[in-house]
């Protein structure tokens, strides 16, 4: 028994002596972030490196609540975070390869410049945005003029009129696309033609250029060119294995989205007081557009739809569809609900106009003999376009108010044609195919539309009481 107690005082004794000469910390008192060794307080942070915008605390790389500036090519993954500002300074140009991921609740505040300087998030064709908000925290690109603080879902000191305050949203990809001349391929608006990052388009219509859902672009549009404004959401060539849903763009120079070809389908999208048109389809888009709603007003607006169908020879069997969508003039400043121009084909079912001097205008078009070229005036007469169940909310309109035939220009050939032929037989057309399937094309009050609970709390919309025109 003495031999035991005797070897466990030795053992400790020797530990005693041996953190003793070694450490000698006991004595040393080291401050927070720091390790005492051999008698010295070391650093946790030395040696530690931490990209931009965070800093070492004990030994671990935490955000310092910076704001982010960011410009030019992003050539590897990358995360942008809730808990600062991006300020996106120029193009910011997402590569093909990359994937961009930005986290519920961030906000991206642009710098104002224009024409080459315009600052605008472009995704190349490969390159992916993972956008993934949520109602509670949604994903909010704006202007640093913008007032909004982090954490909040709305400023105070820009209103539906501050447009042109930076640039927009690119999104491209490699889906069918119908461009000119036969061209499977073409450059987005805005990017020169010698930047490969700007073309879009191919024959991929299952691919995914990411995730975006509960996003808010705000204020944007600026030019950057003559003549030639970012929408707030561009989408060239985009496929169907994106996910797009819940998106809002208010107070944009030009167009809300538009959809430059591509098979991505669309839910629950809404655009307010944009300066050009709502939303815009060209080069035969062929997705579904489901749940929509724009909101239009101000002396430089447009149209609330504006629809294109294919512009060359390839890739010219696809349809779009538009289904659930409430079109609202706001003010006195009204222009068309529609304008369905050459070669539009697709499906426009379940909506409703609401304060529109004109609703749907048609496009015609005529060979020298006074035939019909191929436009969307004989795609109605042949099926390929086609307007159903939906409804016009007006006091005073008649059935017969409901489209509206033109001929682009003044050229004398069609304007002859144009009148020779008559307009009454597109509109007949028109509104017998809105009559016999809702029952009367004019209401006094909507029951068709779009479900407009779903923008509710998370929009800049919502925040401005729009919902309840």
């Known amino acids: 028994m003495k031999i035991l107690r005797l070897s466990i005082l030795l053992l400790v004794f ?81 590569e093909d390869g990359v994937t961009l991921t930005i986290e519920p609740g961030t906000i991206i505040k642009a710098k104002e410049g224009t024409e080459a300087a315009a600052a605008a998030l472009v995704v190349a064709r490969g390159g992916k945005l993972m956008a993934d908000g949520t109602a509670d925290n949604p994903i909010i690109f704006t202007s ?18 501050d447009n042109e305050k930076w640039g927009g949203v690119v999104l491209l990809g490699n889906a069918k696309i119908s461009a000119k001349d036969g061209d499977t391929e073409a450059n987005i608006e805005g990017v020169p033609v010698t930047d490969s990052y700007g073309k879009y388009g191919g024959d991929d219509d299952t691919d995914n250029s990411g995730v975006l859902r509960y996003l808010s ?15 707030g959401l561009t989408l060239g060539g985009v496929g169907n294995g994106t996910v797009l849903e819940n998106i809002e763009v208010v107070a944009n120079l030009d167009d809300g989205v ?17 300066g050009d048109d709502g939303i815009d389809i060209d080069m035969n888009y062929s997705g579904k557009i489901d749940n929509f709603a724009v909101f239009h007003g101000g002396s430089d607006t447009d149209e609330a739809l504006e629809i294109d169908g294919p512009e060359g020879s390839t890739y010219t069997d696809g349809l779009f569809e538009l289904g659930f969508g409430t079109l609202v003039a ?37 060979n020298d003999d ?15 376009l086609v307007v159903s169940q939906s409804e016009l909310v007006s006091a005073s309109a008649t059935a017969a108010d409901v489209a509206s035939v033109y001929v682009d220009g003044d050229d004398a050939v069609q304007l002859a044609c144009y009148a020779a032929a008559g307009e009454s037989d597109a ?15 004019v209401v006094q009050t909507a029951t068709k539309g779009a479900n407009l609970s779903v923008f509710e709390n998370w929009t800049w919309c919502s925040n401005e009481g729009l919902l309840n025109q």
């Not at 040393?28 to 972030?33: D, E, F, K, L, S």
């Not at 030395?46 to 030019?72: H, L, W």
């Not at 222009?335 to 496009?363: F, L």
């Not at 009559?435 to 094309?441: D, E, K, L």
């Open 14 to 94: 020797g530990l005693f002596l041996t953190s003793c000469s070694n450490d000698e910390c006991p004595d040393v008192p080291c401050p927070a972030g720091f390790t005492c060794d051999n008698g010295t307080c070391i650093d946790n942070c030395e040696g530690v490196i931490c990209d931009e915008g965070f800093s070492c605390n004990n030994g671990v790389c935490i955000s310092n609540g910076t704001d982010m500036t960011v410009t030019g090519f992003i050539t590897e993954d990358a995360t942008w975070t809730a808990d600062r500002f991006w300020i996106l300074d120029g193009k910011v140009i997402v």
């Open 258 to 274: 538009e959809f430059f070809g591509g098979s991505v389908n669309a839910k629950n999208i809404i655009v307010a007081w944009q």
């Open 370 to 384: 006074c035939s019909d070229k191929l436009d969307s005036w004989s795609n109605i007469g042949t099926g390929a």
């Open 330 to 366: 706001l003010d006195t400043e009204k222009t068309s609900g529609a304008d369905i121009k050459s070669r539009a084909q697709g499906n426009i079912m379940n909506c409703v106009w609401k304060g529109y001097d004109n609703y749907i205008e048609i496009r015609a078009s005529y």
């Open 217 to 231: 672009i705000r204020h944007g549009g600026v030019t950057i060119g003559s003549g030639n404004e970012l929408n």
């Open 427 to 441: 509109k007949e057309m028109v509104a017998d195919n809105m009559i016999a399937t809702n029952g009367n094309a």
């Open 144 to 161: 640093v003029l913008d007032n909004i603080e982090l954490g909040e879902k709305f400023g105070t000191n820009l209103g539906n009129l």
